[in-house]
């Protein structure tokens, strides 16, 4: 049974980097029939994905997030990271890191196995 | 704003059957992409709850359905149960914006 859980700090200071790592255990990030995503929610709003890769190194980004976003994944760790730069105040917000199932096609995937989430705050 | 519409709150007594749409475009559940729906109970991580338009994943009741229609979705509760309150999202691809997009969610209560 798949376990995510997303680690990294929980307060973060404008125009500094946001990284957040989420570990997989009880399966492996290299199955090539997932991609592995993070998601967010900002205080009581909805959810935005923000990015997703590929173990083979393909990766997606939200792109009104695009220009501040890298996602990489640390296979031999079982680990995926995200870093958000020059953060701001509207950055705060519950991330979640998630399994995503590729059905049929690139573009045909949901998100069938999520981590707790953990609360960024951004703020000075 | 979401390119998925979602109403913002639905409401049902214990035993009643509810639905939320879940409205999109010709740029995402209209041009043929699937809709899954998530469900969100109080302080907790997104559940996978609908999968491809129509299936539940393993151990997911059968008071759960899914259906969709041209480019709108749509999520069927029967026999509500308190333990049904939560908030609950679609999601689906939108080839416009290049990424995976969710509704603005829906809160349901059971009143």
Redesign the interface.
């Known amino acids: 049974q798949l376990q995510l859980q997303e680690s990294g700090p929980g307060l973060v200071e404008p125009s500094e980097t946001l990284s957040l790592t989420c570990t997989a255990s009880g399966d492996s990030i290299s199955s090539s029939s997932y991609y592995w ?1 993070w ?1 967010r929610q900002s205080p009581g709003r ?4 923000i990015a ?1 890769i590929y173990e083979g190194g393909s990766t ?4 009104s997030l695009k220009s501040r976003v890298t996602i990489s994944v640390a296979s031999s760790k079982n680990q995926f990271s995200l870093h958000l730069r020059s953060v701001t105040v509207a950055d705060t917000a519950v991330y ?1 890191c998630a399994r ?2 590729i ?1 049929g096609g690139s ?11 953990t609360l960024v705050t951004v703020s000075s | 704003q979401s390119v998925l519409t979602q109403p913002p709150s639905v409401s049902g007594a214990p035993g009643q059957r509810v639905t939320i749409s879940c409205t999109g475009s010709s740029s995402n559940i209209g041009a043929g992409y699937d809709v899954h729906w998530y469900q969100q109970l109080p302080g907790t991580a997104p559940k996978l709850l609908i999968y491809d338009n129509t299936n539940r994943p393993s151990g997911v009741p059968d008071r759960f359905s899914g259906s969709k229609s041209g480019a709108s979705g749509s999520l069927a509760i029967t026999g509500l149960q308190a333990e049904d309150e939560a908030d609950y999202y679609c999601q689906s691809y939108d080839s416009n914006l290049s990424g995976w997009v969710f509704g603005g969610g829906t809160k349901l209560t059971v009143l």
């Open positions: 995503g998601i909805g959810l935005e994905w997703s997606y980004y939200n792109p979640y995503q199932k059905v573009f045909y995937s949901f998100f069938d196995n999520w981590g707790q989430g």
